[in-house]
Nanobody
Framework: QVQLVESGGGLVQAGGSLRLSCAAS????????MGWYRQAPGKQRDLVAR???????NYEDSVKGRFTISGDNAKNTVYLQMNSLKPEDTAVYYC???????????????WGQGTQVTVSS
């Protein structure tokens, strides 16, 4: 019912920048939050940044001041601008949304397929 398509991952040197995009499509009635999680090998998946439909944001401490999340409500798209990247930012980044679909009052969680971000030292 809801599909998330991510793009923008890749290989970058430390200090460089990348911009991730995630477009949601399908029978979406309302998006509550859109966000990005990441998972490094052998570690759990953790929240990186989240934005609500009203524009409120929150960030994981280690990315504050370096990453910026933004959203385009008209396009159901969320972006993650990542600057001053560090090797420890290397992970698979997953897009995540909380949304309701047309014809349902339930709010469900949806995930993208993940995009690899690798930061070399």
């Amino acid at each position: 019912q809801v599909q998330l398509v991510e793009s923008g991952g890749g290989l970058v040197q430390a200090g460089g920048s990348l911009r991730l995009s995630c477009a949601a499509s399908g029978s979406i009635a309302s998006i509550i939050t859109m966000g990005w999680y990441r998972q490094a090998p052998g570690k759990q998946r953790d929240l990186v940044a989240r934005i609500t439909s009203s524009g409120s944001t929150n960030y994981e401490d280690s990315v504050k001041g370096r990453f910026t999340i933004s959203g385009d409500n008209a396009k159901n798209t969320v972006y993650l601008q990542m600057n001053s990247l560090k090797p420890e930012d290397t992970a698979v980044y997953y897009c995540n949304i909380l949304a309701s679909v047309v014809g349902s009052s339930y709010v469900l969680e949806y995930w993208g397929q993940g995009t690899q971000v690798t930061v070399s030292s």
